[in-house]
């Protein structure tokens, strides 16, 4: 069964950091890109990051470019995400997922779990 577990939320001041995880298990981790999307109250999913761990190629969303970091380790199963320069725009629950992405855009999200609340205050 296909399980991605995302943790490492919180609340933060603004300017300050948080590095998320995400656990995967139930699949072959180098056959699947995974990518974190983010979901604020009452606002539609919105695309952060993802990752290829295959070759480690990477994408990030204008909104974080610069700020976020995602990075993996194929051994572990596991995914981050460095968070720096946390602004309240930012607070949402995040999400790890199986994605398909390309250079400029997550374009499909196929399993994720139930996602990690990341809160920053003014």
């Known amino acids: 069964e296909v399980q991605l577990q995302a943790s490492g939320g919180g609340l933060v001041q603004a300017g300050g950091s948080l590095r998320l995880s995400c656990a995967a298990s139930g699949f072959r981790f180098d056959d699947y890109v995974i990518g974190w999307f983010r979901q604020a109250p009452g606002k539609e999913r919105e695309e952060v990051s993802c990752i290829d761990p295959s070759d480690g190629s990477t994408y990030y969303a204008d909104s974080v470019k610069g700020r976020f970091t995602i990075s993996s380790d194929n051994g572990k199963k596991t995914v981050w995400l460095q968070m720096n320069s946390l602004e309240p725009e930012d607070t949402a629950v995040y999400y790890c997922?199986?994605?398909?992405?390309?250079?400029?855009?997550?374009?499909?999200?196929?399993?994720w779990g139930q996602g990690t609340l990341v809160t920053v205050s003014s």
């Open positions: 997922a199986t994605v398909l992405c390309d250079d400029d855009r997550i374009y499909q999200y196929d399993y």
